[in-house]
């Protein structure tokens, strides 16, 4: 990738993460930026993530089934995605726990 004519190299790294046998299953971010810069990195990490998990376990012959837990912490509470493939697309499943209030919302989204 170029960037102002210079080489650049992208290195996912999570604020925190939790892997199973070297395959991150549960990835954090937490709003650093002020804005949704580290979730949408975050989210583009983990739709990735799953689309090559899901390769290795048909190459494998096994079911195309993994799912990452991806949570997003601001300010004003955090969110949990469910990240997984449907056929040929990924989709997620979001929950926002809001922490000044008493609501939750649910919505599902396919990439």
């Not at 960037?3 to 046998?21: H, K, Q, T």
């Not at 799953?50 to 494998?60: F, H, I, Q």
Request: hydrophobic residues 40%; positive net charge; glycine residues 8%.
């Amino acid at each position: 990738m170029r960037y102002e004519g210079a080489l650049v190299s992208y290195e996912p790294m999570s604020d925190f993460f939790l892997a199973l046998i070297g395959v991150p299953i549960i990835i954090v971010e937490v709003c650093s930026k002020g804005q949704a810069y580290d979730r949408n990195r975050m989210l583009v990490q983990g739709s990735s993530l799953v689309r090559l998990a899901n390769g290795l376990l048909v190459r494998k012959g096994k079911e195309p089934d993994f799912i990452l837990m991806a949570i997003y912490f601001n300010e004003d509470g955090f969110s949990r995605h469910l990240i997984y493939q449907d056929e040929t697309r990924v989709c997620g499943h979001v929950i926002y726990m809001v922490l000044t209030a008493e609501r939750t919302r649910r919505t599902r989204c396919c990439v």
